[in-house]
């Protein structure tokens, strides 16, 4: 018997070359979000990663991914190493 398996994207951003140094990492933050699925029986079906601040809302690879959200009916979630990792200001 196979069990459904919720469908997730996940976003994967470092906004500066320190980041990419310390443990925030793109190839860490996939790391830890493959894990925590893994975990929790979810199924990444794809990572949208992304080099960019934040701060700049022309953020073309988050702009593909809200689009995704909208046309792909069976995907409804997204999956982030940190909350910061969506926007610098969480308000």
Known sequence: MTEKRNK?????RVSSHEQAERNI??????DQI?????QNWYFVWDFYKE????????RKIFNELLQDLKTKNDIKWVIVFKFDRLSRNLD
């Open 34 to 38: 493959n894990n925590y699925a893994k």
């Open 8 to 12: 997730y994207l996940a976003y994967v």
């Open 25 to 30: 990492s793109i190839p860490s933050q996939i």
């Open 51 to 58: 080099e960019n601040s934040a701060y700049k809302w022309k």
